[in-house]
Protein backbone atom coordinates (compact mmCIF):
# COMPACT_ATOMS: atom_id res chain seq x y z
CA UNK A 1 0.00 0.00 0.00
CA UNK A 2 1.49 3.61 -0.89
CA UNK A 3 2.38 5.83 1.47
CA UNK A 4 -0.40 8.36 2.95
CA UNK A 5 0.15 11.84 2.94
CA UNK A 6 -1.03 15.15 4.77
CA UNK A 7 0.03 18.62 4.42
CA UNK A 8 -1.11 21.33 6.75
CA UNK A 9 -1.38 25.38 7.07
CA UNK A 10 -2.28 26.98 10.45
CA UNK A 11 -3.27 30.49 10.07
CA UNK A 12 -3.76 33.17 12.88
CA UNK A 13 -2.38 33.21 16.94
CA UNK A 14 -0.56 30.42 18.62
CA UNK A 15 -3.94 28.90 20.23
CA UNK A 16 -4.86 27.52 16.27
CA UNK A 17 -1.29 26.18 16.47
CA UNK A 18 -2.02 24.07 19.54
CA UNK A 19 -5.48 22.86 17.39
CA UNK A 20 -3.60 22.44 14.46
CA UNK A 21 -1.14 20.21 16.58
CA UNK A 22 -3.56 18.23 17.66
CA UNK A 23 -5.02 17.81 14.50
CA UNK A 24 -0.98 16.64 13.38
CA UNK A 25 -1.45 13.99 16.38
CA UNK A 26 -4.57 12.74 15.21
CA UNK A 27 -2.99 12.31 11.78
CA UNK A 28 0.27 10.33 13.35
CA UNK A 29 -2.23 8.20 14.64
CA UNK A 30 -4.04 7.41 11.34
CA UNK A 31 -0.68 6.55 9.59
CA UNK A 32 -0.49 9.40 8.04
CA UNK A 33 3.29 10.90 7.16
CA UNK A 34 3.17 14.75 7.11
CA UNK A 35 4.81 16.42 3.80
CA UNK A 36 5.85 20.00 3.38
CA UNK A 37 4.59 20.18 -0.41
CA UNK A 38 1.12 20.56 -0.91
CA UNK A 39 1.33 18.95 -3.89
CA UNK A 40 2.95 15.86 -2.86
CA UNK A 41 -0.24 15.54 0.22
CA UNK A 42 -3.18 13.13 -0.53
CA UNK A 43 -4.97 15.43 2.47
CA UNK A 44 -4.74 19.00 2.54
CA UNK A 45 -5.88 20.29 5.52
CA UNK A 46 -6.52 24.34 6.38
CA UNK A 47 -6.57 25.66 10.16
CA UNK A 48 -8.57 28.90 9.60
CA UNK A 49 -8.70 32.33 11.73
CA UNK A 50 -12.14 34.21 11.67
CA UNK A 51 -11.20 37.18 14.07
CA UNK A 52 -11.01 40.10 11.37
CA UNK A 53 -11.81 40.67 8.09
CA UNK A 54 -8.06 40.78 7.02
CA UNK A 55 -7.81 36.94 8.36
CA UNK A 56 -10.80 36.03 7.12
CA UNK A 57 -9.54 37.12 3.62
CA UNK A 58 -6.14 35.06 4.12
CA UNK A 59 -7.85 31.93 5.30
CA UNK A 60 -10.57 32.25 1.97
CA UNK A 61 -7.26 32.99 -0.28
CA UNK A 62 -5.48 30.21 1.33
CA UNK A 63 -8.47 27.64 0.95
CA UNK A 64 -8.64 29.01 -3.04
CA UNK A 65 -4.98 28.21 -3.82
CA UNK A 66 -4.88 25.03 -2.61
CA UNK A 67 -7.54 23.55 -3.52
CA UNK A 68 -6.02 23.67 -7.04
CA UNK A 69 -4.31 20.96 -5.90
CA UNK A 70 -7.50 19.11 -6.43
CA UNK A 71 -7.58 19.93 -10.38
CA UNK A 72 -4.28 18.58 -11.26
CA UNK A 73 -5.27 15.16 -9.22
CA UNK A 74 -2.72 15.16 -6.90
CA UNK A 75 -4.70 16.26 -3.49
CA UNK A 76 -7.82 13.77 -2.83
CA UNK A 77 -9.48 15.83 0.28
CA UNK A 78 -9.19 19.21 1.28
CA UNK A 79 -10.48 19.68 4.28
CA UNK A 80 -11.26 23.98 5.97
CA UNK A 81 -11.43 23.56 9.86
CA UNK A 82 -11.16 25.97 12.79
CA UNK A 83 -12.63 29.39 13.38
CA UNK A 84 -13.52 30.62 9.57
CA UNK A 85 -15.51 27.33 9.48
CA UNK A 86 -17.22 27.51 13.24
CA UNK A 87 -18.52 31.33 12.43
CA UNK A 88 -20.12 30.37 8.86
CA UNK A 89 -20.45 27.07 8.45
CA UNK A 90 -23.58 27.59 5.95
CA UNK A 91 -21.88 29.96 4.27
CA UNK A 92 -18.86 27.83 3.70
CA UNK A 93 -20.39 25.29 2.51
CA UNK A 94 -22.34 26.83 -0.44
CA UNK A 95 -19.71 28.76 -1.33
CA UNK A 96 -16.91 26.23 -1.42
CA UNK A 97 -18.13 23.28 -3.14
CA UNK A 98 -14.19 22.27 -3.43
CA UNK A 99 -13.55 21.70 -0.02
CA UNK A 100 -14.62 17.82 1.09
CA UNK A 101 -14.94 18.33 4.86
CA UNK A 102 -15.56 21.38 7.47
CA UNK A 103 -14.30 20.76 11.05
CA UNK A 104 -14.89 23.76 13.16
CA UNK A 105 -12.94 25.52 16.34
CA UNK A 106 -13.80 22.24 18.41
CA UNK A 107 -13.69 19.27 15.98
CA UNK A 108 -10.39 18.72 15.83
CA UNK A 109 -10.21 14.83 17.33
CA UNK A 110 -13.20 14.30 14.40
CA UNK A 111 -10.36 14.45 11.77
CA UNK A 112 -9.70 10.89 12.22
CA UNK A 113 -13.14 10.12 11.57
CA UNK A 114 -12.20 11.47 7.78
CA UNK A 115 -8.77 10.04 7.28
CA UNK A 116 -10.67 6.75 7.96
CA UNK A 117 -13.20 7.34 5.26
CA UNK A 118 -12.73 5.52 1.80
CA UNK A 119 -11.68 8.13 -0.93
CA UNK A 120 -14.77 7.21 -3.30
CA UNK A 121 -17.81 8.99 -2.30
CA UNK A 122 -17.97 10.07 1.21
CA UNK A 123 -20.55 12.46 3.29
CA UNK A 124 -19.19 15.52 3.71
CA UNK A 125 -18.52 16.10 7.51
CA UNK A 126 -19.93 19.75 8.44
CA UNK A 127 -19.09 21.70 11.53
CA UNK A 128 -20.41 20.48 14.80
CA UNK A 129 -22.13 22.34 17.30
CA UNK A 130 -22.00 24.21 19.92
CA UNK A 131 -17.76 24.87 20.48
CA UNK A 132 -17.10 22.99 23.56
CA UNK A 133 -13.91 21.03 23.14
CA UNK A 134 -11.35 21.87 25.54
CA UNK A 135 -8.08 19.90 25.20
CA UNK A 136 -7.11 17.14 27.16
CA UNK A 137 -3.88 15.58 28.31
CA UNK A 138 -5.05 11.94 27.01
CA UNK A 139 -5.36 13.92 23.60
CA UNK A 140 -2.78 13.28 20.54
CA UNK A 141 -0.68 16.49 19.88
CA UNK A 142 2.55 16.95 18.44
CA UNK A 143 4.24 19.73 18.67
CA UNK A 144 5.21 21.62 15.06
CA UNK A 145 8.09 24.57 16.49
CA UNK A 146 11.21 23.01 18.12
CA UNK A 147 11.22 21.04 20.73
CA UNK A 148 12.61 22.99 23.23
CA UNK A 149 9.91 25.66 23.52
CA UNK A 150 6.30 24.85 23.34
CA UNK A 151 2.86 26.99 23.42
CA UNK A 152 0.37 25.53 26.38
CA UNK A 153 -3.49 26.34 26.52
CA UNK A 154 -4.79 26.41 29.89
CA UNK A 155 -8.56 27.39 28.86
CA UNK A 156 -11.03 27.63 25.93
CA UNK A 157 -13.24 30.60 24.94
CA UNK A 158 -14.04 33.61 26.63
CA UNK A 159 -16.62 35.28 28.69
CA UNK A 160 -16.07 38.79 28.80
CA UNK A 161 -18.61 40.91 26.52
CA UNK A 162 -15.56 43.18 25.27
CA UNK A 163 -18.00 45.34 22.33
CA UNK A 164 -15.20 44.61 19.16
CA UNK A 165 -14.92 40.88 19.72
CA UNK A 166 -16.48 38.26 18.07
CA UNK A 167 -14.35 35.27 19.51
CA UNK A 168 -17.38 34.29 22.35
CA UNK A 169 -20.11 33.96 19.54
CA UNK A 170 -18.00 31.02 17.63
CA UNK A 171 -14.92 29.92 20.80
CA UNK A 172 -17.80 29.44 23.22
CA UNK A 173 -17.64 30.63 26.97
CA UNK A 174 -14.61 29.97 29.21
CA UNK A 175 -13.37 26.41 29.60
CA UNK A 176 -10.41 26.02 31.86
CA UNK A 177 -8.39 22.78 31.98
CA UNK A 178 -8.05 21.39 35.10
CA UNK A 179 -4.99 21.95 37.60
CA UNK A 180 -3.87 18.40 37.40
CA UNK A 181 -4.10 17.88 33.70
CA UNK A 182 -2.05 21.03 32.53
CA UNK A 183 0.58 20.14 34.87
CA UNK A 184 0.75 16.60 33.42
CA UNK A 185 1.19 18.12 29.98
CA UNK A 186 3.90 20.37 30.89
CA UNK A 187 5.65 17.58 33.27
CA UNK A 188 5.16 15.19 29.34
CA UNK A 189 7.01 18.09 27.27
CA UNK A 190 9.81 19.11 29.95
CA UNK A 191 10.38 15.00 29.73
CA UNK A 192 11.00 15.38 26.16
CA UNK A 193 13.19 18.10 26.25
CA UNK A 194 11.18 21.57 26.47
CA UNK A 195 12.03 24.09 28.86
CA UNK A 196 10.09 27.16 28.34
CA UNK A 197 6.25 26.86 28.41
CA UNK A 198 4.12 29.41 27.20
CA UNK A 199 1.03 29.15 28.58
CA UNK A 200 -1.73 30.81 26.59
CA UNK A 201 -5.88 31.60 26.06
CA UNK A 202 -8.31 33.88 25.34
CA UNK A 203 -8.53 35.38 28.73
CA UNK A 204 -5.65 33.47 30.97
CA UNK A 205 -6.11 35.77 34.48
CA UNK A 206 -9.37 34.58 34.47
CA UNK A 207 -8.34 30.75 34.54
CA UNK A 208 -9.83 28.33 36.65
CA UNK A 209 -12.84 30.26 38.22
CA UNK A 210 -15.20 28.08 36.15
CA UNK A 211 -13.90 25.38 37.23
CA UNK A 212 -15.56 23.04 40.18
CA UNK A 213 -13.83 23.42 42.94
CA UNK A 214 -12.37 26.86 41.88
CA UNK A 215 -9.17 27.47 40.61
CA UNK A 216 -6.79 30.41 39.76
CA UNK A 217 -4.22 31.11 37.56
CA UNK A 218 -1.41 31.54 40.96
CA UNK A 219 -2.64 28.14 42.21
CA UNK A 220 -2.02 27.15 38.50
CA UNK A 221 1.64 29.00 38.07
CA UNK A 222 2.84 27.85 41.84
CA UNK A 223 1.71 24.06 40.44
CA UNK A 224 3.99 24.13 37.54
CA UNK A 225 7.17 26.30 39.15
CA UNK A 226 7.35 22.63 41.16
CA UNK A 227 8.01 20.85 37.71
CA UNK A 228 11.69 20.02 37.42
CA UNK A 229 13.89 20.76 34.52
CA UNK A 230 11.34 24.07 33.55
CA UNK A 231 13.40 26.67 33.06
CA UNK A 232 11.15 29.62 31.36
CA UNK A 233 7.35 30.02 32.27
CA UNK A 234 5.83 32.46 30.08
CA UNK A 235 2.03 33.97 30.52
CA UNK A 236 0.19 35.71 27.40
CA UNK A 237 -3.26 37.21 27.39
CA UNK A 238 -3.37 38.61 31.34
CA UNK A 239 -6.41 41.05 31.07
CA UNK A 240 -5.79 44.06 33.18
CA UNK A 241 -8.83 44.58 35.15
CA UNK A 242 -7.87 41.56 38.11
CA UNK A 243 -4.05 41.88 38.10
CA UNK A 244 -3.27 41.86 41.49
CA UNK A 245 -0.66 41.91 43.91
CA UNK A 246 -1.25 37.87 44.03
CA UNK A 247 -0.28 37.39 40.84
CA UNK A 248 2.29 40.63 39.74
CA UNK A 249 4.39 39.18 42.89
CA UNK A 250 4.91 36.08 40.92
CA UNK A 251 7.25 37.61 38.53
CA UNK A 252 9.28 38.86 40.81
CA UNK A 253 10.18 35.81 42.46
CA UNK A 254 13.09 33.93 41.34
CA UNK A 255 11.69 31.54 39.71
CA UNK A 256 10.94 29.51 36.43
CA UNK A 257 8.05 32.63 36.09
CA UNK A 258 9.98 34.77 33.16
CA UNK A 259 10.03 39.00 33.88
CA UNK A 260 7.20 39.51 30.83
CA UNK A 261 4.04 40.25 30.95
CA UNK A 262 1.25 40.54 28.03
CA UNK A 263 -1.23 42.63 29.26
CA UNK A 264 -3.71 43.43 25.71
CA UNK A 265 -4.32 47.36 27.03
CA UNK A 266 -6.61 48.29 23.33
CA UNK A 267 -6.48 51.68 24.31
CA UNK A 268 -5.27 54.64 26.16
CA UNK A 269 -8.63 56.88 26.25
CA UNK A 270 -11.02 56.47 29.20
CA UNK A 271 -13.96 57.04 26.24
CA UNK A 272 -12.80 54.79 24.31
CA UNK A 273 -12.00 52.17 26.83
CA UNK A 274 -16.14 52.35 27.76
CA UNK A 275 -16.58 52.57 24.22
CA UNK A 276 -14.69 48.89 23.69
CA UNK A 277 -16.30 47.86 26.92
CA UNK A 278 -13.24 47.03 28.80
CA UNK A 279 -14.17 47.15 32.51
CA UNK A 280 -11.47 49.33 33.48
CA UNK A 281 -9.92 52.73 33.26
CA UNK A 282 -6.70 54.50 32.20
CA UNK A 283 -5.94 55.00 35.55
CA UNK A 284 -6.20 51.06 36.30
CA UNK A 285 -3.61 50.63 33.27
CA UNK A 286 -0.51 52.99 34.59
CA UNK A 287 -1.25 51.43 38.31
CA UNK A 288 -0.18 48.26 36.97
CA UNK A 289 2.51 49.76 34.60
CA UNK A 290 3.53 51.38 37.79
CA UNK A 291 3.85 48.42 40.50
CA UNK A 292 5.18 46.10 38.14
CA UNK A 293 7.97 48.24 37.18
CA UNK A 294 8.48 48.72 40.89
CA UNK A 295 8.20 44.70 41.91
CA UNK A 296 10.14 43.55 38.97
CA UNK A 297 12.36 46.44 37.40
CA UNK A 298 13.87 44.61 34.69
CA UNK A 299 9.92 43.16 33.38
CA UNK A 300 9.48 43.41 29.61
CA UNK A 301 5.86 44.46 28.81
CA UNK A 302 4.05 43.96 25.78
CA UNK A 303 0.70 45.27 24.47
CA UNK A 304 -1.69 45.85 21.68
CA UNK A 305 -3.92 48.53 20.56
CA UNK A 306 -6.81 48.82 18.40
CA UNK A 307 -6.67 52.06 16.16
CA UNK A 308 -10.13 53.31 14.51
CA UNK A 309 -12.62 52.27 16.46
CA UNK A 310 -15.55 53.92 16.04
CA UNK A 311 -16.00 57.38 17.84
CA UNK A 312 -11.63 57.71 18.13
CA UNK A 313 -11.17 61.23 18.03
CA UNK A 314 -8.09 63.21 17.81
CA UNK A 315 -7.97 63.52 21.36
CA UNK A 316 -8.43 59.82 22.16
CA UNK A 317 -5.57 59.27 20.06
CA UNK A 318 -3.36 61.81 21.74
CA UNK A 319 -4.55 60.23 24.95
CA UNK A 320 -2.99 56.59 23.75
CA UNK A 321 0.41 58.13 22.71
CA UNK A 322 0.51 59.58 26.50
CA UNK A 323 0.26 56.11 27.91
CA UNK A 324 2.71 54.67 25.27
CA UNK A 325 5.18 57.40 26.30
CA UNK A 326 4.45 56.80 29.68
CA UNK A 327 4.51 53.16 29.75
CA UNK A 328 7.51 52.66 27.80
CA UNK A 329 6.26 49.01 26.25
CA UNK A 330 8.93 47.06 25.28
CA UNK A 331 6.81 45.06 22.72
CA UNK A 332 3.58 46.59 20.97
CA UNK A 333 1.22 44.83 18.67
CA UNK A 334 -0.76 47.48 16.47
CA UNK A 335 -4.87 46.46 15.00
CA UNK A 336 -6.92 48.38 12.58
CA UNK A 337 -10.42 48.30 13.64
CA UNK A 338 -12.44 45.64 11.83
CA UNK A 339 -16.49 45.79 11.36
CA UNK A 340 -17.66 42.64 12.96
CA UNK A 341 -20.86 41.49 12.63
CA UNK A 342 -22.55 40.24 15.63
CA UNK A 343 -20.26 42.57 18.16
CA UNK A 344 -21.42 45.65 19.52
CA UNK A 345 -19.29 48.25 18.05
CA UNK A 346 -20.46 46.73 14.68
CA UNK A 347 -23.98 48.30 15.04
CA UNK A 348 -22.03 51.72 15.27
CA UNK A 349 -21.83 54.24 12.56
CA UNK A 350 -19.16 56.99 13.33
CA UNK A 351 -16.43 55.02 11.72
CA UNK A 352 -13.15 56.76 11.42
CA UNK A 353 -11.94 56.99 7.76
CA UNK A 354 -9.14 54.81 6.81
CA UNK A 355 -6.53 57.37 5.69
CA UNK A 356 -6.87 58.60 9.32
CA UNK A 357 -5.90 55.08 10.94
CA UNK A 358 -3.28 54.74 8.64
CA UNK A 359 -2.00 58.08 9.44
CA UNK A 360 -2.07 57.12 13.24
CA UNK A 361 -1.07 53.85 12.62
CA UNK A 362 2.28 55.21 11.31
CA UNK A 363 2.55 57.37 14.03
CA UNK A 364 2.65 55.19 16.41
CA UNK A 365 4.34 52.93 15.17
CA UNK A 366 7.23 55.49 14.73
CA UNK A 367 7.15 56.62 18.42
CA UNK A 368 7.20 53.24 19.95
CA UNK A 369 10.05 52.07 17.55
CA UNK A 370 11.90 55.01 19.20
CA UNK A 371 10.64 53.52 22.70
CA UNK A 372 12.13 50.29 21.57
CA UNK A 373 15.29 50.79 20.94
CA UNK A 374 15.80 53.14 23.59
CA UNK A 375 14.16 50.13 26.13
CA UNK A 376 16.94 47.82 24.33
CA UNK A 377 19.76 49.82 25.29
CA UNK A 378 19.51 48.85 29.01
CA UNK A 379 21.18 45.45 27.84
CA UNK A 380 24.50 46.41 26.17
CA UNK A 381 27.51 45.67 28.24
CA UNK A 382 25.10 42.84 30.03
CA UNK A 383 25.81 39.48 30.43
CA UNK A 384 22.00 37.75 29.84
CA UNK A 385 20.40 34.50 29.57
CA UNK A 386 19.65 33.39 26.36
CA UNK A 387 17.44 30.48 24.73
CA UNK A 388 19.24 29.48 21.45
CA UNK A 389 16.78 28.78 18.72
CA UNK A 390 18.68 28.23 15.68
CA UNK A 391 20.40 29.61 12.14
CA UNK A 392 19.81 33.53 12.40
CA UNK A 393 17.36 34.62 9.96
CA UNK A 394 19.38 37.52 8.87
CA UNK A 395 22.75 35.72 7.92
CA UNK A 396 23.64 32.04 7.43
CA UNK A 397 26.64 32.57 9.31
CA UNK A 398 25.01 33.73 12.82
CA UNK A 399 23.14 31.90 15.41
CA UNK A 400 20.08 33.91 17.00
CA UNK A 401 18.27 33.29 20.12
CA UNK A 402 15.69 35.08 22.68
CA UNK A 403 16.50 36.24 26.19
CA UNK A 404 13.78 36.01 28.60
CA UNK A 405 12.17 39.57 27.60
CA UNK A 406 11.25 37.84 23.75
CA UNK A 407 8.41 35.60 23.33
CA UNK A 408 8.84 32.98 20.18
CA UNK A 409 7.35 34.55 17.12
CA UNK A 410 5.98 37.65 18.33
CA UNK A 411 8.93 40.30 19.40
CA UNK A 412 12.40 40.78 18.67
CA UNK A 413 15.51 38.26 18.63
CA UNK A 414 19.32 38.25 19.68
CA UNK A 415 21.74 37.60 17.17
CA UNK A 416 24.26 35.89 17.86
CA UNK A 417 28.44 36.01 17.31
CA UNK A 418 31.73 34.38 18.09
CA UNK A 419 30.54 30.65 19.70
CA UNK A 420 28.88 27.75 18.57
CA UNK A 421 25.90 26.49 20.54
CA UNK A 422 22.63 24.03 20.04
CA UNK A 423 19.23 24.81 19.78
CA UNK A 424 17.56 24.36 22.80
CA UNK A 425 20.07 25.34 25.37
CA UNK A 426 20.48 28.04 27.59
CA UNK A 427 23.28 30.31 27.26
CA UNK A 428 25.17 33.06 28.88
CA UNK A 429 25.61 35.88 26.19
CA UNK A 430 27.17 38.89 26.19
CA UNK A 431 25.16 42.10 24.87
CA UNK A 432 26.86 44.00 22.71
CA UNK A 433 24.91 46.03 19.83
CA UNK A 434 21.33 47.10 20.00
CA UNK A 435 18.78 47.77 17.37
CA UNK A 436 15.42 49.25 17.09
CA UNK A 437 14.15 45.75 17.72
CA UNK A 438 16.43 42.98 18.46
CA UNK A 439 19.73 42.88 19.90
CA UNK A 440 23.17 41.78 19.19
CA UNK A 441 25.59 39.02 21.85
CA UNK A 442 28.72 37.49 22.09
CA UNK A 443 28.70 33.79 23.01
CA UNK A 444 32.57 33.29 23.38
CA UNK A 445 31.93 35.12 26.79
CA UNK A 446 30.24 31.81 28.31
CA UNK A 447 32.75 29.28 26.25
CA UNK A 448 35.89 28.20 27.28
CA UNK A 449 37.87 28.32 24.06
CA UNK A 450 36.47 32.16 22.76
CA UNK A 451 38.75 31.47 19.74
CA UNK A 452 36.64 29.24 18.69
CA UNK A 453 35.70 29.45 14.81
CA UNK A 454 31.72 30.85 14.55
CA UNK A 455 30.14 27.63 13.31
CA UNK A 456 26.47 27.32 12.69
CA UNK A 457 23.57 24.54 14.26
CA UNK A 458 20.61 23.91 11.86
CA UNK A 459 17.35 24.12 13.82
CA UNK A 460 15.71 20.30 14.22
CA UNK A 461 12.19 19.61 12.91
CA UNK A 462 9.79 19.72 15.97
Given at each position: ???????FVSLGCAKNRVDTE?????????????????????????????????????????????????????????????????????????????????????????????????????????????????????????????????????????????????????????????????????????????????????????????????????SLIDALCQVPELRW??????????????????????????????????HGSDAMLKRMRRGY??????????????????????????????????????????????????????????????????????????????????????????????????????????????????????????????????????????????????????????????????????????????????????
Amino acid sequence: MSERTIHFVSLGCAKNRVDTEVMLGVSDLSGYSLVEDPKAAEVIVINTCGFIESAKQESIDTILQLADHKEDGSCQRLVVAGCLSQRYPEELARELPEVDHFLGSSDMLKLGQILRLDQGNTPRMLVGNPADYIFRLQDPRRLSLAQHSAYVKIAEGCSRKCSFCSIPSFRGTQRSRPVADVVGEVQRLVSQGTIEINLISQDTVSYGRDLSPRSDLPSLIDALCQVPELRWLRLFYLYPEQLDDTLLSRFADESPVVPYVDMPFQHGSDAMLKRMRRGYRAERQREIIERLRTLAPDVSLRTSFILGHPGETDADFEELLDLVRFAEFDHVGLFRYSHEEGTHSGTMDDLVEAAVVDERYSELMKLQKRISKKRLRRFVGREIDVLIEGESEESEWLLQGRHAGQAPEVDGVVHLTNGTATPGELRRVLITHAGDYDLVGDLSCGDDNPDKPARKRRLPVG
